[in-house]
């Protein structure tokens, strides 16, 4: 299961709750079904990881 976060920058990431059944038996972690969004929620006042790092770039 995971949850979508909307950020400031219009971007969406996504972030993993839990793991499946079969994920959390196997020693990878390795999913190969669906995947179900369980919640979302918008981040008002922040950036993607991506353009954090774009305008850190810019300032330097």
């Not at 369980?38 to 993607?48: K, P, V």
Request: hydrophobic fraction near 30%.
């Amino acid at each position: 299961q995971y949850e979508v976060i909307h950020f400031h920058c219009t971007h969406a990431g996504r972030r993993l709750i839990k793991h499946c059944h079969f994920a959390r038996n196997d020693p990878n972690h390795q999913c190969f079904g669906s995947w179900s969004i369980s919640r979302e929620w918008i981040s008002a006042n922040q950036l993607c990881q991506s353009c954090t790092q774009q305008a850190a770039s810019r300032r330097a």
